[in-house]
């Protein structure tokens, strides 16, 4: 969950970079700064909430990792957006967010990653279409909004499957 609320924070952060300054260039750059900085997010919340960052002793953590590495294939794809269409590089990273959750409803086996893999994929697309490229940073707060959502779930998720885990306290 921290490593949502991590993202959460990027978007919200990213939302108010598109809001105040108008220089679509060095809006991508920062961007795609904040949204390098999710782990460390996510790592400093984990310290907040007193909640373990990594599990070592999971033999399948490794793989958790390389579902997560997999979306880096499409930096490449972004550089073309920044050079090339800048105004697109938000729904690019916008849509890769989304969709790179995917997997993680069988991983984590809870069916919210792939709900909000196709919701914010889906919205993202919409969003698209009907934006203009002054309002592209209503993209980032959907996908605060949108991660904003899934955290709670998710956590209220966890919660429920302590309580029922046999010698659960």
């Known amino acids: 969950v921290t490593f949502i609320i991590g993202g959460c924070i990027s978007w919200l952060l990213i939302m108010l ?3 105040f300054n108008k220089n679509i260039f060095m809006n991508n750059i920062y961007t795609v700064i904040i949204g390098g900085m999710v782990s460390t997010f996510s790592y ?3 310290k907040i909430m007193k909640i373990q960052y990594t599990v070592p002793e999971n033999p399948i953590g490794i793989l958790g990792l390389l579902l997560n590495l997999a979306s880096l294939f499409f930096i490449p794809f972004n550089f073309i957006f920044i050079f090339k269409a800048p105004e697109y590089l938000l729904i690019s990273l916008a849509t890769i967010t989304g969709a790179h959750f995917f997997p993680y409803a069988w991983f984590y086996k809870t069916k919210w990653y792939a709900i ?3 919701e914010i994929v889906i919205g993202i697309f919409v ?3 009907a934006l203009k490229i002054e309002k592209i940073y209503f993209m980032a ?3 605060f909004i949108s991660l904003g959502i899934m955290a709670a779930i998710l956590y209220k998720e ?3 499957k302590q309580k029922n885990e046999p010698g659960a306290v």
């Open 44 to 46: 400093v919340l984990s």
């Open 141 to 143: 707060l959907y996908m």
């Open 127 to 129: 969003l698209g279409i």
């Open 116 to 118: 909000f893999a196709g």
């Open 158 to 160: 966890s919660i429920n």
């Open 17 to 19: 970079i598109w809001i």
